[in-house]
């Protein structure tokens, strides 16, 4: 009984969103349908426990929401950037793949910033090279290479300084 336990005290977040999931999938509420949710997202945390990383724990949480904020920002812009893009006639994309030189070296904080380049629009982590000091990127419009500089000291300024605060 202990070997299950330890998973859903030791990732509770994990157990929740997975039984959050199981909700949201099943669109129902009913005791039964969060009961066999829950025992579900319970199996599957402790039957994936073995295989997660140790994960290092945020130096400072408190600026998890200034990062949270300041990416639901970026977001909103980079939408209204593309969109402008997109509904301008006389402008067309010109995209460009490049190599960003990285900092951090803790692989979730990795992680965290290859997905956030993901998440805001123009811009997708393609690529971290095997040594884990490059992420090559795929940029919708860098007509320039000063334009695809100026991104990458965006995304360096904007997003890996700040989890390099966060995380050791």
Known sequence: MRRYLKPLLSAPLSTLALLGLWLL??????PDQVLLGAGLALAITAAAHP???VRQRPR????????????AVDIV???LRIA?????????????FVELPLTLTEPFALYLLATTISLTPGSL?????????LLLLHLLD??????????????????????LEIFP
């Open 77 to 79: 812009i980079a939408n």
């Open 84 to 96: 402008a893009l997109i509904l301008s006639p006389s402008r067309h994309p010109q995209p460009a």
């Open 125 to 133: 982590s393609a690529e971290l090279s095997d040594d884990r000091r």
């Open 25 to 30: 999938l099943q669109g129902s509420l009913a």
């Open 142 to 163: 860098a007509p320039t290479p000063a334009d695809a500089a100026a991104e990458c000291a965006k995304i360096k300024d904007h997003y890996e300084r700040l989890l």
């Open 51 to 53: 295989f997660w990383p």
């Open 60 to 71: 400072r949480p408190l600026l998890i929401a200034r990062y949270l904020w300041r990416l």
